[in-house]
C-alpha cells in the first residue's frame, strides 16, 4: 500500500437529506497507473462503482501539487449505512434514481444528490491544490492566446466568467477546441439576450433596459474584435505556410506549380463550386475578392463567361462587373466587365523561353476571352468589345530566362520584389 500511497488526508463526513456519508480521501503518487481522480462508490466493505472525477471540479485533473510541489492524484472512497442498504445482490450498482435534469426534484436521496455534496466537500478539502491549479491552467491559456490563438484575447475575461478552467498539460489542439466550443456557447448567448433585449424596445420599457441592453452590447463587440483577431491570424497563418513552400526544401528542392496554385484556390474548381472563404486571391489583389465569375485550373470552353471552344487552361481567371448595376434605363446596357488572368510557376523555375513566355500566355488568355461570346456568370450577355480593362499577373521568381522575358516584352524589371503586368 506504501508504495502507491502518498499521503492520506482528513476523513470526512458530509449529510444528504438526513443520511450521514463518510469520505476517505487519499493522496496517490502519481503513475501512469494513477492518472484520473477518482470516486469509489463502497457498499458491503468492497468498491461498487467506480467514478472518473476529471474537470468535475474546476481545476481537478490528473495530477495536482501539494503544498512542497509534489505531485500526487486525489481519489476518494464513499460509504454509508445507505450505500449498504441500497446496493444491489450482484454488488455492481445501486437501488438509488438517478435525477434527470428538467424533472422535479425526487424526495428521496439520489445518486445526483450525493455527488453533488461529495464534489463540494472535495473542492474544500483540495482547496490549496486546486487553487494552484486553476492559476496554471489559467496561465495556460493566457500564453496559448498571445502566441498561437490572438482571437481569443478580446473575450477571455467573459470565458472565464462562464468558469472555462483547462488542464495545464492539455495539448495546443483540445484547448483549441474547448476556447472554440466556449466561445460558440458564448454567442449563441449573446444572440438570445440579444432576442430578448431588441424585443422589449418600445414605448414601455422594464426596469433596468438600459443597463441589459449596454451589456448586450459591450459582448457583441468583445465579440467582433474576436472575429476580426480570427481574420488577421488566419491572414498571418496563410503568409507563413507561402513563405514555406516558397523555400527550398533539405534537399534543394521547391515546391510545384500546384502547391502554391491550391494555396490560392482550390483547382478545377470556380466560384460556383466553392465559397469566397476558399480562396486566398487577396496575397494577389484584394479587388478579387469582388468578382463576378472566377475560374481555378478549368479550360476556358468549360467556362460560361468566355464563350470559347479552346480546351487551354489559365491558372487563375476571373472577371469582374465595373461598378454595381441596381437600375439601367431603357436600351441601356450592362457595364463592361474587367478580365483578371493570373499564371502560378514554380518557385526559381529558369525555363522561360519563347515557347513558354507566361507573360505571352496571359496575354492569349485575355484575347481568347475577348474573342468569345462573353456574358456574365449568370448567363447575360455583355456587348462585345475590344476596350475591356483587363490586368495579367506572373506569379514567378525573377530568375535570368524570366527576367529575359520581361525585358523583351518591355516590362521595367525590380529584383527586389515580383511585378505584374497589366494590359
Not at 13 to 35: A, C, H, Q, T, Y
Request: proline residues 6%; aromatic residues 6%.
Amino acid at each position: 500500500m506504501h508504495d502507491f500511497v502518498y499521503s492520506d488526508m482528513q476523513r470526512t463526513s458530509i449529510e444528504v437529506k438526513g443520511e450521514r456519508f463518510e469520505m476517505v480521501s487519499l493522496r496517490l503518487k502519481s503513475s501512469p497507473r494513477n492518472l484520473a481522480p477518482r470516486l469509489y462508490w463502497c457498499a458491503a466493505n468492497r468498491v461498487v462503482v467506480e467514478e472518473n472525477l476529471t474537470s468535475r471540479v474546476p481545476g481537478l485533473y490528473g495530477r495536482l501539487k501539494d503544498a512542497e510541489s509534489s505531485p500526487f492524484t486525489y481519489v476518494c472512497y464513499l460509504s454509508s449505512e445507505f450505500l449498504d442498504s441500497h446496493v444491489r445482490a450482484d454488488r455492481t450498482a445501486f437501488d438509488i434514481s438517478e435525477r434527470v435534469p428538467g424533472t422535479p426534484l425526487i424526495e428521496d436521496v439520489s445518486m445526483d444528490d450525493i455527488r453533488e455534496s461529495v464534489l463540494k466537500e472535495v473542492e474544500s478539502i483540495l482547496a490549496g491544490p486546486l487553487s494552484t491549479a486553476r492559476e496554471e491552467g489559467k496561465a495556460r491559456v493566457h500564453e496559448f492566446v498571445s502566441k498561437r490563438a490572438p482571437r481569443y484575447r478580446p473575450v477571455l475575461s467573459r470565458l472565464e466568467q462562464l468558469g472555462v478552467s483547462v488542464d495545464p498539460s492539455m495539448k495546443d489542439q483540445d484547448l483549441e477546441l474547448l476556447l472554440h466550443s466556449n466561445l460558440q456557447k458564448l454567442e449563441a448567448f449573446a444572440l438570445a439576450e440579444g432576442h430578448a433585449v431588441l424585443g422589449e424596445a418600445g414605448s414601455a420599457q422594464p426596469e433596468g433596459y438600459d443597463e441589459r441592453l449596454a451589456r448586450y452590447l459591450y459582448t457583441v463587440t468583445d465579440i467582433n474584435q474576436s472575429d476580426l483577431a480570427a481574420y488577421v491570424s488566419r491572414r498571418r497563418t496563410i503568409l507563413d505556410v507561402l513563405a514555406r513552400q516558397i523555400r527550398a526544401d533539405d534537399q534543394g528542392r521547391y515546391s510545384k506549380e500546384d502547391t502554391i496554385h491550391s494555396l490560392l484556390m482550390p483547382m478545377r474548381t470556380d466560384s460556383n463550386e466553392i465559397g469566397t472563404d476558399a480562396s486566398n486571391l487577396w496575397i494577389i489583389d484584394e479587388r478579387l475578392a469582388f468578382h463576378d465569375y472566377l475560374a481555378s485550373d478549368k479550360t476556358l470552353k468549360s467556362m460560361p463567361i468566355t464563350g470559347s471552344n479552346s480546351t487551354r487552361e489559365p491558372d487563375l481567371l476571373a472577371t469582374r462587373l465595373v461598378g454595381s448595376p441596381l437600375l439601367a434605363a431603357e436600351g441601356g446596357t450592362l457595364p463592361l466587365p474587367s478580365i483578371v488572368v493570373i499564371e502560378v510557376k514554380r518557385p526559381m523555375r529558369n525555363d522561360a523561353s519563347e515557347d513558354k513566355d507566361p507573360i505571352q500566355q496571359c496575354l492569349e488568355y485575355v484575347k481568347r476571352v475577348r474573342a468569345g461570346g462573353v456574358k456574365t456568370a449568370l448567363g447575360r450577355p455583355i456587348p462585345p468589345t475590344r476596350e475591356a480593362p483587363a490586368f495579367c499577373y506572373v506569379l514567378a521568381d525573377l530568375t535570368k530566362t524570366m527576367v529575359d522575358r520581361c525585358e523583351y516584352a518591355g516590362l521595367p524589371v525590380s529584383m527586389s520584389r515580383a511585378r505584374h503586368t497589366s494590359k
